[in-house]
């Protein structure tokens, strides 16, 4: 135990290689079935799933346990502290403060309390971690001239690079003059759900060939068009606050966007945007796990399947669109120019309340395995998703098994 906490102490301080991350299965499980001392968090670098409840009619529980970033994501309150960063600043300076922990070979950036200007990209750097003192008193504000690309972006081929405790939020202002999408929903008008017209800024951007890299303990406000958007593997998104985004209208905007694998997505909770999307044939073997939404989860297009949707509260407000467009907690594709997913991708353990329709509690009976989707466009939504025979509950009661 002594030369594992050793090894994890050199991660901490991201300044050595990523060596100390589990490397096999075996790494990531225990034989014991009692409870620890500790309780820790899906996401933690020494969290534990417990074996004895895996399900060999399930084996796809031996990847979901991979799921988010290898051997998780360091204490904030361990980090070392490399460079600190006064408010008042813009890109250029978080930028080079970063590039300058990189060539030291890792470390943290600390932003002290008080407002930023991000008028250009913020590009994270593998194993360097941008910390802010206070979650809700150190704020990132979008410049609203930038007009495309990423506020911050995990490179292609970053690792082992996160953000943590901070808010970011876009600078943009509606026709009323107030910094807020003027629409709440997506209520189906490119008229009214368009409000930044050609302003395609991500938030928080993984790109492909992106891996092992996190967003923890933030606010993501008002973006522009994606509040986060991850076609990488192997990124952890917990504990983020997202709400609101002015581009909610067709053809891919405003989404909470799932496009490859491994990705876990824990204790967030999100409202206000267009979609909670998981898409792509890459898209496999993602978890949501223990969030509370108001906004539904949608298996939008061509995913893989495998993809695991477990211990979550799904609640659409009564004021969500139920008519066109009309929203149900978990959907399949929306349009004919959409395909089902490849394989199926299994509910289980949620709470679905659709305050919109009447409030329908669909696939929140424990008893049952929920798969799907079925149709493009099911003309019953709410079979959408369904047991099948082979499916049963897992011996385990779970199918992400964490101790």
Known sequence: MKKYFLFLSLFILLAGTNSCFASSEDELVSEKSGTSEQKYRAGDPDVEFDKSKFDADYPQIREWIKAGVRGGIPFVDKLEIKETLEPGVSSSAINAAINKVAKQGGGAVLLKKGTYNINAKVRMKSKVALVGEDRKETVCVINKGMMEGAAFEFGANQA?????????????????????????????????????????????????????????????????????????????????????????????????????????????????????????????????????????????????????????RVTLPEDMPNKQPNYFAIMGPWSIQHSVSANDNFIFRNRCLEKNHDNATPWSDDSKVYVGPMEVKHKEPHKNFIEKPQYKVPSGGTFYPIR
């Open 160 to 312: 082992y690079s996160g953000i943590y405790r901070l808010t970011i939020k876009g600078g943009w202002v509606n026709r009323n003059g107030e910094n807020k999408p003027l629409y709440d929903w997506n209520v189906g008008s490119k008229e009214k759900n368009n409000e930044l017209d050609g302003n395609g800024v991500i938030s928080v951007s993984f790109v492909r060939d992106s891996h092992d890299c996190w967003i923890d303990d933030m606010d993501i406000l008002n973006s522009a068009d994606f509040p986060m958007r991850s076609y990488g593997a192997h990124h952890t998104m917990r504990n983020i606050h997202v709400d609101g985004c002015f581009n909610k209208h067709g053809g891919c905007h405003g989404y909470f966007f799932l496009m490859n694998t491994h990705n876990l997505v824990t204790e967030c909770h999100v409202t206000h945007i267009r979609h909670i999307s998981i898409q792509g044939e890459k898209a496999e073997y993602n978890v949501l796990y223990n969030n509370d939404f108001e906004q539904e989860i949608s298996f939008h297009h061509g995913d893989n399947g495998n993809n695991l949707i477990e211990y979550n």
